[in-house]
């Protein structure tokens, strides 16, 4: 069995690291990512996709991307369910970032394409 996504895209906030109450640190990334066809008005529509970036690899995103900076994400996909009042199921899909290239440089590094790996 296989769980992988690659995505390609520009960040369209600065990353910021949060410290959970264990201590982990995680950063949430928001990374357009343009649609490969047309849509019926003939213009090309976008994806925002939220990333869940751990650790390791989410100290190295703060440090070496802004707003802007076109990256790619290679991660998995993880489902989440959670019950709602009403006998409602809510289902939700994140994506969990294991390695990440930048593509871009930004004006926090002048680099043209350094990658870091997640240490899970």
């Known amino acids: 069995m296989l769980n992988q996504i690659i995505l390609i ?17 995680v950063s949430y990334i928001s ?12 213009a090309y529509d976008t994806d925002f996709i939220k990333v869940s970036v751990w650790e390791g ?5 703060e440090s ?6 076109m990256i790619a994400v290679k991660g998995r996909v993880q489902s989440w369910k ?3 009042p009403d006998d409602r199921k809510l289902s939700m899909l994140e994506v969990i970032a294991e390695r990440i290239t930048y593509l871009t440089s ?6 043209r ?3 870091e790996s997640s240490e899970k």
């Not at 990374?31 to 003939?42: L, S, T, Y």
Request: charged share 30%; glycine share 8%; hydrophobic share 35%.
């Open 113 to 115: 394409q350094n990658e």
């Open 64 to 69: 070496y991307a802004a707003k802007g900076v």
């Open 31 to 42: 990374v357009a990512v343009q649609r490969p066809f047309k849509n019926m008005d003939g």
């Open 57 to 61: 690899l989410a100290t190295a995103i």
């Open 82 to 84: 959670y019950d709602l």
């Open 9 to 25: 895209g520009r960040l369209t906030h600065d990353p910021e690291i949060r410290i959970l109450e264990d201590g982990r640190k």
């Open 106 to 111: 930004s004006s926090k590094n002048e680099f």
